[in-house]
């Protein structure tokens, strides 16, 4: 089992950046496929970005491919995602995921961190 504690949300304008960290419990870390998952108010929770258990392959949402990079680092338990040109539509609550066993993390992970808030003013 592992625990999942996201950080690093805030206000930013738009136009700028911010660096989310999630950092994991346990020692098998690097057992578990990692993402970032967000959701706006009134929508459905939406797929961001995902890496694989050694951070060689890394999956984008065409809304942020170019913008956002998810990177891990195995060695600290953490998963992190800089987020760059921010824009008011990526304004969300931003969730990190962990699966131990899918290939690429889905809405159907395992486990689930808290949340953190990214906010984008205009």
């Known amino acids: 089992q592992v625990q999942l504690v996201e950080s690093g949300g805030g206000l930013v304008q738009a136009g700028g950046s911010l660096r989310l960290s999630c950092a994991a419990s346990?020692?098998?870390?690097?057992?578990?496929?990692m993402g970032w998952f967000r959701q706006a108010p009134g929508k459905e929770r939406e797929f961001v970005a995902a890496?694989?258990?050694?951070?060689?392959?890394?999956y984008y949402a065409a809304s942020v491919s170019g913008r956002f990079t998810i990177s891990r680092d195995n060695a600290k338990n953490t998963v992190y995602l800089q987020m760059n040109s921010l824009k008011p539509e990526d304004t969300a609550v931003y969730y990190c995921a962990a699966d131990p066993t899918l290939v690429v993390v889905t809405q159907a992970a395992d486990y689930w961190g808290q949340g953190t808030q990214v906010t984008v003013s205009s």
């Open positions: 346990g020692r098998t870390f690097s057992s578990y496929t």
């Open positions: 890496i694989s258990r050694s951070g060689g392959t890394t």
